[in-house]
């Protein structure tokens, strides 16, 4: 099944699938079975992060599932608390020795940190010494708004491969879209179904029961998530969904059989509401998001 799932090539020429499985939330102790079911569905990227604290288990199904290291993409990201050069060095040491793996595919900054900008650029800058020591296959920046991204592209030489945002029907961020695609930077969608509209409490309502989304379902013979992750596709982002349902880890991936229209593609794209799910990126900051992440 894998193979049906299209490729994206990073600005460095680096390729990946453009479809990854997400394990935000996943619970260290859930999170090899569900892996490994993902692996043996078909799914060859998977998105972790230092700050979900399930590398290790990561790790651990990538070995159990039998499929070999050079098969599978494997992204994760650096937590603000290990930003500096010489902490994010060792932040690479953590996540490997977690993962059980001597390269990482692609190694992200989590979040921009707007008021300790200069320990955002040296952690960028450590990231770029293992991207030339061959650490790293790639590297990129994760929730960056275009300023962040200006800011770093002056003080920095590599331009980030990927810039990991929030993006599904109800927030869409067409100006981060925008300075994405005009820098060269492939933008990656986290929540990418709406998961943050419906997993938190904030009153959202669910793209899972949009009406323009169901009726697009209906006419594709598709699910609702099938047809977000389709307009992902075809819009030429890459997609990480989170699942820990067998049955929907494997929906996720099916999403090959059908084709939405420039009109359908629009009609979803008009479903913005601007409403932002996950933390303003001005307000991260040590003080208020800082923790220590453990050795490996
Ligand atoms: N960079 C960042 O700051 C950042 C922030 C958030 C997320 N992420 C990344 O993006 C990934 C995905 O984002 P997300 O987990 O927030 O949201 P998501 O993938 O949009 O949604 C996940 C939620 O949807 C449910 N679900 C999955 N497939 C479904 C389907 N086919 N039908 C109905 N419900 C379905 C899941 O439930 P079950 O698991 O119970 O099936 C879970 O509650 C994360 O795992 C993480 O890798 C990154």
Redesign the pocket.
């Known amino acids: 099944m894998a193979d049906t799932i299209p490729t994206l090539t990073l600005n460095n020429g680096v390729e990946l699938p453009a479809l990854g499985y997400?394990?935000?939330?996943t619970p260290p102790d859930e999170t090899v079975t569900a892996t490994v079911e993902a692996l043996r569905v078909g799914y060859r990227h998977i998105?972790?992060?230092a700050a979900y604290g399930n590398e290790r288990e990561v790790g651990e199904a990538l070995r159990r599932s039998g499929v070999p290291r050079d098969e599978v993409f494997l992204e994760t990201?650096v937590w603000i608390s290990d930003y500096g050069y010489d902490a994010t060095l060792h932040a690479f040491d953590k996540s490997a020795g977690k993962l059980g793996v001597d390269t990482i595919d692609l190694l992200i900054l989590?979040?921009a940190l707007p008021s300790r900008f200069d320990l955002t650029v040296e952690a960028y800058q450590a990231l770029e010494t293992l991207l030339a020591d061959g650490k790293v296959r790639a590297i990129g920046v994760?929730?960056f708004m275009p300023e962040h991204l200006d800011r770093l592209l002056a003080e920095t030489s590599v331009v980030p491969a990927v810039n990991?945002v929030?993006v599904?029907p109800y927030f869409r961020q067409p100006d981060v879209l925008a300075a994405n695609a005009k820098h060269g930077i492939l933008t990656q969608a986290?929540?990418?179904?709406?998961?943050?509209t419906?997993?938190r409490d904030t009153g959202h309502t669910s793209t899972?029961q949009d009406p323009t989304i169901l009726r697009l379902a209906e006419a594709h013979g598709a699910?609702?998530?099938q047809v977000m992750l389709r307009w992902h596709l075809q819009q030429g982002r890459s997609a990480?969904?989170?699942?820990?349902?067998p049955s929907?880890i494997a929906?996720?991936l099916d999403v090959t059989g059908f084709e939405l229209s420039a009109e359908e593609l629009a009609a979803i794209d008009a479903l913005d509401t601007g409403r932002r799910g996950?933390p303003e990126p001005d307000a991260i900051t040590l003080e208020t998001f800082g923790r220590e992440i453990p050795e490996a």
């Open positions: 997400g394990v935000f939330q998105d972790t992060a990201k989590h979040q994760s929730n990991q929030e599904h986290w929540s990418p179904i709406g998961g943050i419906f997993y899972l699910t609702p998530a990480i969904p989170k699942s820990v349902t929907r929906e996720n996950g």
